[in-house]
């Protein structure tokens, strides 16, 4: 056998080996740009097809960083200036409150008067923020804020108030988050183009439904005893075609969809 030729063919057919490879990994990476093009290029198309409206998007920071927080206890020298109201604080950390005096929900006008309320008669109320009003159950719940940012569907960070059917509030419960900290450097957030397209791509937005508001708020990212973590989060609020509404969570530096109700589910179970 005649090794040197041998040799040379080996040679040639490696090289040749080599240079199909380099070209099979240019073609793939040019396709795989020009896929990522096209996507960037045709959402707005693929939303115009499902007959999917975007209202006006808000303005937002380009950087946001995480927070950290420890659950507050109530001590009875910080609730005694508040008077017409029973309070109970069986483990230190939840409020109960029962009103002695009638107050009622709603001013002679039929306003809600939330801000009253928050004002005169919740503990450390300026940091609350209405979050949503369930009229048929006749009650409503109250986000803790941090930097003006609303703490999403966190139980040691929310007020919930009860009223009877006249209107007159029975009583509330409420829960604090206290020493919030920044840590860690800014980190860069998603654009509100970014968070429509992840979920769009997820199939989150049904066909002929409207993106009707968008904003950033905070959700729990680590849960530990007593100090909890907690990650920039955007939520939208999605109008469906038959009337009614759907809201999604999107961490707002990860991309990851937040589900609350997963959350709790593993929180039961542990």
Do not use: C
Request: aromatic share 14%; no cysteine.
């Amino acid at each position: 056998m005649d090794w040197s030729k041998t040799k040379t063919i080996f040679i040639v057919v490696f090289a040749i080996l080599n240079l199909f490879l380099y070209s099979l990994y240019v073609s793939q990476y040019k396709e795989a740009q020009n896929m990522q093009v096209f996507g960037e290029m045709s959402i707005n198309e693929s939303l115009k097809m499902d007959n999917i409206k975007v209202e006006e998007l808000p303005d937002y920071p380009k950087e946001l960083s995480y927070v950290s927080a420890d659950t507050a206890s109530f001590s009875k020298s910080e609730l005694a200036s508040f008077k017409g109201q029973k309070f109970s604080i069986p483990d230190g950390s939840v409020l109960y409150a029962t009103m002695e005096k009638p107050f009622n929900i709603k001013n002679s006008k039929g306003d809600y008067q939330f801000q009253k309320l928050l004002d005169e008669y919740i503990p450390f109320g300026e940091e609350y923020h209405l979050w949503q009003v369930v009229e048929e159950n006749q009650f409503a719940i109250f986000f803790q804020e941090v930097d003006e940012y609303p703490i999403f569907f966190n139980n040691n960070g929310m007020i919930i108030v009860f009223w009877d059917e006249k209107g007159n509030i029975q009583k509330y419960e409420q829960q604090r988050l206290t020493d919030f900290e920044h840590f860690n450097k800014k980190k860069d957030i998603l654009s509100p183009e970014d968070v429509i397209n992840i979920l769009y791509s997820r199939d989150y937005l049904p066909k002929d439904s409207t993106v009707t508001n968008m904003s950033l708020g905070y959700s729990s990212l680590i849960t530990l005893t007593k100090t909890q973590v907690f990650a920039p989060t955007w939520t939208l609020r999605v109008e469906l075609k038959d009337g009614g509404y759907e809201e999604h969570f999107v961490n707002a530096i990860e991309g990851k969809i937040v589900d609350f109700q997963t959350e709790e589910r593993e929180q039961g179970d542990s």
